[in-house]
T-cell receptor
Framework: GAGVSQSPSNKVTEKGKDVELRCDPI?????LYWYRQSLGQGLEFLIY????????KSGLPSDRFSAERTGESVSTLTIQRTQQEDSAVYLC???????????FGQGTRLTVV | GEDVEQSLFLSVREGDSSVINCTYT??????LYWYKQEPGAGLQLLTY?????DMKQDQRLTVLLNKKDKHLSLRIADTQTGDSAIYFC???????????FGKGTTLSVSS
């Protein structure tokens, strides 16, 4: 696609429910990143993929968070048993290769009530 | 470990120059980036500089890199109200790692 696409753009969920956030990277980009931006905070690194593998999962806040990527394309970030502190904007980015210029999607605004 | 720091707020008057500063800790950084985030929008790459350069100019934007002091700055000439946004500094440490971002500097431009 022309840019990085994320869906949904907004998600309101009840505490304790599971949510899935989707990211469609730019075609041909091998690297894909997930970041989280909480209100008034900077960008918190969550996980990145090189191809379909995730060399660095160190940013995932807890074992309720997981992510996968298939076909070197779409990635899904799953949050199980959501908590109110999970409320944030989740940003996905992709780049041709790891460490090069990253292009960001518009983000998914997650609100846990 | 890697760390990127920025001041949180900057307020300027329309027509003045804005200078946003950033410091980083990892001397092996290869590329350094400036991203802009307008309200309710994603991040947009503004400009970047390779670590073997001292300066890069692109229209109203000037990036200065002091590698010895690990200091990066973004100067916006003739700042306009449309420049009001959050500006993020980011470093690419080495191949195979994610970009490391600062917390962002909120630029407020008053007319």
């Amino acid at each position: 696609g022309a840019g990085v696409s994320q869906s949904p753009s907004n998600k309101v969920t009840e505490k304790g429910k599971d949510v899935e956030l989707r990211c469609d990277p730019i075609s041909g980009h091998t690297a894909l990143y997930w970041y989280r931006q909480s209100l008034g905070q900077g960008l918190e690194f969550l996980i990145y993929f090189q191809g379909n593998s995730a060399p660095d999962k160190s940013g995932l806040p807890s074992d309720r968070f997981s992510a996968e990527r298939t076909g070197e394309s779409v990635s899904t970030l799953t949050i199980q048993r959501t908590q109110q502190e999970d409320s944030a904007v989740y940003l996905c980015a992709s780049s041709r290769e790891t460490g090069s210029e990253a292009f960001f999607g518009q983000g998914t605004r997650l609100t846990v009530v | 470990g890697e760390d990127v720091e920025q001041s949180l707020f900057l307020s300027v008057r329309e027509g003045d120059s804005s200078v946003i500063n950033c410091t980083y800790t990892d001397s092996s950084s290869t590329y350094l980036y400036w991203y802009k985030q307008e309200p309710g929008a994603g991040l947009q790459l503004l400009t970047y500089i390779f670590s073997n350069m001292d300066m890069k100019q692109d229209q109203r934007l000037t990036v200065l890199l002091n590698k010895k002091d690990k200091h990066l700055s973004l100067r916006i000439a003739d700042t306009q109200t449309g420049d009001s946004a959050i500006y993020f500094c980011a470093e690419s440490v080495q191949a195979g790692t994610a970009l490391i971002f600062g917390k962002g500097t909120t630029l407020s431009v008053s007319s």
